[in-house]
């Protein structure tokens, strides 16, 4: 499985826009992208997840550039409950044996 | 409401006291798969299962046994608990084969003393 890196932390202002980079430049061609977010220690949660073209949901945003080498997870407007960690995962598509998380990047969203 | 399962939520036990944690979905899902926390380590995978009777190890197997003998339901099994067992412990579970989100239950958090 490709390896992913993340910044370890991130702030952002209530109500913009928080972007979370993903860099996994070893990524192959039947690898998606997923990102999940866990909350305290509470049990992950999905987020969104995608192959080559950007993808929306009613949660984020999904960019991955052309080359598939890194993507961005975008939250629109975040509010205070968006704080979290968020993982950036990439896993071939053929099974879900194995979710691969590292450590991803403590996001904390500032009144 | 489509959800994952797990009991208990919190456990406190002594080494070598044989302890079941239950994890059940109601969303008829194939795959299934227990994951522990610890800190600094992230989550890593103890045992997977992708379907009723077929199970298989993950990173981290030794000291644990899952069974599956329903669709629905994914024990994980620790006979003989060491303090190094103690951890948090996630189950989680998905369709197979494809590129499906996987749903996590809330934890349980075991302690070994």
């Known amino acids: 499985d490709a390896k992913t890196t993340q910044p370890p932390s991130m702030d952002c202002a209530e109500g913009r826009a928080a972007n979370l980079p993903c860099n996994h430049s070893?990524?192959?061609?039947?690898?998606?992208v997923y990102w999940y977010r866990q909350i305290h220690s509470q049990g992950p949660q999905y987020i969104i997840h995608?192959?080559?073209n950007n993808e929306t949901n009613e949660m984020a945003s999904l960019i991955i550039t052309e080359d598939r080498k890194s993507s961005t997870l975008i939250l629109p407007h975040a509010t205070l409950r968006d704080t979290a960690v968020y993982y950036c995962?990439?896993?071939?598509?053929?099974?879900?044996?194995?979710?691969?998380f590292g450590t991803g990047t403590r996001l904390t969203i500032i009144p | 409401e489509a959800q994952v399962t797990q009991n208990p939520r919190y456990l406190i036990t002594v080494t070598g006291k044989k302890l079941t944690v239950t994890c059940s979905q109601n969303?008829?899902?194939?795959?299934m798969s227990w994951y522990r926390q610890d800190p600094g380590l992230g989550l890593r995978q103890i045992y997977y299962?992708?379907?009723?009777?077929?199970?298989d190890k993950g990173d981290v197997p030794e000291g644990y046994k899952v069974s599956r003998k329903e669709k629905r339901n994914f024990p994980l099994i620790l006979e003989s608990p060491s303090p190094n067992q103690t951890s948090l412990y996630f189950c989680?579970?998905?369709?197979?084969?494809?590129?499906?989100?996987?749903?996590f239950g809330p934890g349980t958090r075991l302690t070994v003393t």
């Open positions: 989680a579970s998905s369709f197979s084969r494809g590129p499906y989100e996987q749903y």
């Open positions: 070893t990524i192959s061609g039947n690898e998606y």
């Open positions: 299962s992708m379907n009723v009777e077929v199970t």
């Open positions: 969303m008829n899902h194939e795959y």
């Open positions: 995962i990439v896993s071939p598509n053929f099974g879900n044996e194995k979710l691969t």
């Open positions: 995608g192959l080559k």
